[in-house]
């Protein structure tokens, strides 16, 4: 298996459970990314794990938990979320200090009831 | 900060024609890439065309090509021969050259719809 693969691809959760999102690269890649793609926004950088660095959005709330146990893995930890946070959460990967672009997964499809 | 801004929500083209989707973006420093992703309903977001900001030539990939005016911090985005394939949403999208990790930062993208 080749690129960015993202599970579970659609996830409906309530507001008191926890969860996880997925993210694996198969590329080499040396960077992983968690974007916020929500209706009538541009996308929303998260959370950036590389290398040499771990790198926050201050706005994100403290519900999601990023985890990045390895070059490869890519985990978002999700618990008491709210309503407004149902949205596409994309993973992406990158090699650093290199002129390409990302690779993006295919994204999961959270919804909070 | 840097800021990328895509001024038209939505565009359509007849198929067989030629689109141009615009994008601008702030930034202070020198060195950077722009990028164009396409995003179809698959959701997946795929590489269109990518520019140097440090080369003067116009980027072209097939029939997508893009005119980069450094000066005037401008990026559009043209599709020739436009197919039916190429509905999907449009994003541009910046990344400073210098530091680690470097983010992307997005515009809030074109939706581009091609009538048959």
């Known amino acids: 298996e080749t690129g960015v693969t993202q599970t579970p691809r659609h996830l409906v959760m309530g507001m008191t459970n926890k969860k996880s999102l997925k993210c694996e690269q198969h590329?080499?890649?040396?960077?992983m990314y968690w974007y916020k793609q929500s209706a009538k926004k541009p996308l929303e950088l998260m959370f950036v794990y590389s290398l040499e660095e771990r790198v926050e959005n201050n706005s994100v709330p403290s519900r999601f938990s990023p985890e990045c146990p390895n070059s490869s893995h890519l985990f978002l930890h999700l618990h008491t979320l709210q309503p407004e946070d149902s949205a596409l959460y994309l993973c992406?990967?990158?090699?650093?200090?290199?002129?390409?672009?990302?690779?993006f997964g295919s994204g999961t499809r959270l919804t909070v009831v | 900060a840097q800021t990328v801004t895509q001024s038209q929500p939505e565009m359509s083209v007849q198929e067989a024609e030629t689109v141009t989707l615009s994008c601008t973006y702030d930034t202070s420093e020198s060195d950077y890439y722009l990028f164009w992703y396409k995003q179809p309903p698959s959701r997946q977001m795929i590489l269109v065309i990518r520019q140097e900001a440090y080369k003067q030539q116009n980027a072209t990939e097939n029939r997508f090509s893009v005119n980069f005016q450094k000066a005037a911090k401008s990026f559009s985005l043209k599709i020739s021969d436009s197919q039916l394939g190429d509905a999907a949403m449009y994003f541009c999208?910046?990344?400073?050259?210098?530091?680690?990790?470097?983010?992307?930062?997005f515009g809030q993208g074109t939706r581009l719809t091609i009538n048959p």
């Open positions: 992406a990967s990158s090699q650093v200090r290199k002129r390409e672009g990302y690779t």
């Open positions: 999208a910046y990344r400073s050259a210098n530091g680690g990790a470097q983010k992307l930062v």
């Open positions: 590329l080499g890649h040396n960077a």
